[in-house]
């Protein structure tokens, strides 16, 4: 029988001392995030709906890489990426703006009030904001981000920082001397509802010490999201560049529709993704539209929580020891190679 529900991420990556000190705060936010969707979808809500309503949560909690918690880039500005898809391949997405507090919620104007798919730019979407009558507004970093803002430059400037290592050429145009957090809170959901439609969104601050300019896979339809009620929906977090190269979501959204349960269908991409790149740069989380859900990674933690009809409660699980609650998945394919 088909189940409906939702999965929500709050990113993928290695814990460091502050992370860890928020454990039980980011498990809070991720659940009140799932609930807010489920919510939605139990009142025969549409799953974009419930998508969006979870991100706006996590995006509103200053936890997350996402909205009011967002990473600053490498001249110390917020820019942010989000994008929503529908199971009718409907979709909508903001690169680089920094207009509105629930990015997600312009994501979505993206696709419903216009007829393009990406939007680029504070200013342009600031002009899009108005025509539709909605005022702009510039967030400012949290106190939290400026203090590893300036940690985070103090370390690139004594070259002790992994990510971004071709960057270090082009820092002397961007500071007047010579700046890899390792902290990846982007939020995603992906969701099916009452009439077995999915949706997936994400939404994201980016990189931290990102080149300004750089847009990530979160702005990228089949990179950071895919959704098709042929196959299902995904949502990725992880390095951007990398999951931009291999078409993450899309990648597991092939697999759907190949005959793989979302669970091998995740571990699949993120195996080709491993083989091909490396490990430490992505997780993902996939739905189909029977409710059967999955979530891989190669990093050290993927944030996530999870809320379906069939289950009796709200599963959050940030350690790695934390599994996720039954995945209807067939193990039909079990035996493909990847
Ligand atoms: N994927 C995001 C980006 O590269 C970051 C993240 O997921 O943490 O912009």
């Keep these: 029988m088909s189940d409906f529900g939702i999965i929500v991420h709050g990113g993928a990556g290695s814990f460091t001392a502050s992370s860890r000190a928020e454990i039980p705060a980011r498990k809070n936010a991720l659940k009140l995030s799932a609930i807010a969707g489920y919510t939605i979808l139990r009142r025969r809500g549409s799953s974009t709906d419930a998508v969006e309503a979870a991100i706006k949560v996590m995006e509103d909690s200053k ?34 703006g920094n207009v509105s507090k629930n990015p997600i919620s312009l994501a979505r104007l993206v696709m419903e009030k216009s007829d393009h798919v990406l939007i680029a730019g504070s200013e342009q979407l600031r002009r899009f904001s108005r025509s539709l009558g909605f005022s702009p507004m510039e967030l400012r970093p949290t106190h939290q981000r400026l203090s590893q803002y300036s940690a985070n430059i103090r370390l690139m400037k004594k070259g002790a920082v992994r990510a971004w290592p071709n960057n270090y050429r082009l820092l002397k145009s961007y500071f007047p001397e010579n700046p890899s957090p390792s902290e990846n809170d982007t939020v995603g959901a992906v969701a099916v509802d009452k009439e077995s439609h999915v949706c997936a969104g994400v939404s994201t601050g980016g990189r931290w010490l990102k080149l300004p300019g750089r847009v990530g896979d979160s702005a990228i ?46 571990d699949g991409a993120i195996s ?52 996720d609650p039954k995945q209807r998945s067939q193990n039909k394919f079990k035996d493909l190679m990847f």
Excluded: W
Aim: one cysteine or more.
């Design 63 to 96: 936890i997350f890489n996402a909205g009011s918690g967002s990473s600053l880039d490498l001249e110390g500005n917020i820019t942010m990426d989000a994008a929503i898809m529908n199971g009718k391949l409907d979709c909508g997405a903001i690169a680089g």
């Design 221 to 266: 339809i089949g990179a950071g999201i895919y959704a098709d009620d042929n196959s299902g929906a995904a949502s990725a977090t992880g390095m951007g560049e990398e999951i931009i190269r291999m078409c993450l979501c899309k990648t597991v959204c092939d697999l759907l529709k190949k005959g793989l349960g979302p669970q091998e269908a995740c």
């Design 272 to 323: 080709i993704l491993t083989k091909a790149r490396g490990a430490g740069n992505a997780g993902v989380i996939a739905i189909d539209k029977f409710g059967r859900f999955g979530s891989s990674r190669n990093t050290q933690m993927l944030q996530r929580a999870f809320m379906f009809n069939s289950l009796a409660k709200t599963h959050v699980a940030v350690l790695p020891t934390e599994g």
